[in-house]
């Protein structure tokens, strides 16, 4: 699909079979969200801008190749993308962290926002959301939206698995976001779930139910 990248590292495919078993634990499945976040970080942040600066070796002076340009923001949609985040500032520590609280109304799948905290400069900065399960993608769809209204302009989706439903969807509403996910299901059920998926997220993650 266009605009769409699929991570299909194996080493992502086979954490995520163990994430999809529905034997595997709390505990598991949380490390496992963990690492996948940071091997799909990796991959999200191939074409980062680098610039030229002057160091010193121990041996020689040399120019050597840096980020370039302000720090990254990640902004997990709470409370499943909160499980990428660790992994992700490993990866990269110096990041600025957004929040943003949405949850499904379970009657109409619709958004609602109940919390937001983005540093102050966010629409100078490249925005990477994070939503594990893209199954509608009214999340999606709506933590951009916000992000749009407070100005940032540079913004990728990183997913864990997808629906063909979402991913339609969240293009159709964002086609100017490229997205990342790690595989793209069959479809979604009619409570909205994606099929064969991995179940919900959050309660996997939490052990809430
Ligand atoms: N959210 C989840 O956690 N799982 C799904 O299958 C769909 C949405």
């Not at 078993?21 to 942040?45: A, D, H, P, V, W």
């Not at 509608?136 to 997808?162: D, H, P, Q, W, Y």
């Not at 299901?185 to 179940?199: A, E, F, K, M, Q």
Request: proline content about 6%; some cysteine.
């Amino acid at each position: 699909m266009d605009g769409v990248t699929l991570v299909d590292h194996p080493l992502i495919q086979h954490k995520l079979t163990l994430m999809r078993n529905k034997g595997t634990s709390t505990k598991q499945f949380r490390e496992l969200l963990n690492e996948i976040g940071m091997l799909i970080c990796y991959e999200i942040t191939r074409d980062l801008p680098l610039e030229i600066v002057d160091i010193e070796t121990p041996l020689a002076p040399m120019k050597a190749p840096s980020l370039e340009g302000k720090k990254l923001v990640f902004a997990p949609i709470l409370r499943a993308g909160t499980a990428f985040l660790d992994g992700m500032l490993n990866l990269v520590p110096s990041a600025r962290v957004a929040f943003i609280g949405l949850y499904r109304d379970p009657r109409t799948l619709q958004s609602v926002e109940y919390y937001f905290k983005a540093p102050e400069d966010i629409a100078e900065r490249l925005v990477i959301v994070m939503d594990p399960m893209l199954a509608t993608g009214n999340s999606a769809i709506a933590a951009v939206e916000r992000l749009k209204k407070r100005g940032v302009s540079k913004l990728r989706l990183m997913c864990l698995l997808a629906a063909p439903e979402g991913l339609r969807r969240f293009r159709a509403h964002h086609p100017d976001v490229h997205v990342w996910t790690a595989a793209i299901d069959s479809h979604l059920n009619d409570h909205g779930y994606i099929v064969p998926g991995l179940g919900d997220a959050g309660d996997r993650m939490f052990g809430t139910k």
